[in-house]
Nanobody, 127 residues
Framework: VQLQASGGGLVQAGGSLRLSCAAS????????MGWFRQAPGKEREFVAA????????GYAPSVKGRFTISRDNAKNTVYLQMNSLKPEDTAVYYC?????????????????????WGQGTQVTVSS
């Protein structure tokens, strides 16, 4: 499975971006998907996750109410709509796929839950 993240860029605080992650080579429609991010000098952290059919979603407290994860299984793509961006949202954003398909509060934020990772896309929010 290959994951290709895109949509990053430079935006002013308060602005919006939509990230996309296109999957190929696997059965995307059966995977749970997640977004993680890594800021300079910090460990990678969980951002959001969505179950195989979009029926369940989960968010990190720092982005809840501002970010929305969604998916289009017909297009093998997962999205992360980011609104009200803050400078602290600056990071490289990674998408990841979990073959299990179901997300739980206990496991969705764990990196070892995910089997495949994309290469990352840079998001920079200026103040």
């Amino acid at each position: 499975v290959q994951l290709q993240a895109s949509g990053g860029g430079l935006v002013q605080a308060g602005g919006s971006l939509r990230l996309s992650c296109a999957a190929s080579g696997g059965t995307f429609g059966s995977y749970a998907m997640g977004w993680f991010r890594q800021a300079p000098g910090k460990e990678r952290e969980f951002v959001a996750a969505i179950s195989w059919n979009g029926g369940s979603t989960g968010y990190a407290p720092s982005v809840k109410g501002r970010f929305t994860i969604s998916r289009d299984n017909a297009k093998n793509t997962v999205y992360l709509q980011m609104n009200s961006l803050k400078p602290e949202d600056t990071a490289v954003y990674y998408c990841a796929a979990d073959r299990y398909g179901i997300i739980t509060i206990a496991t969705m934020s764990r990196e070892d839950e995910y089997d495949y990772w994309g290469q990352g896309t840079q998001v920079t929010v200026s103040s």
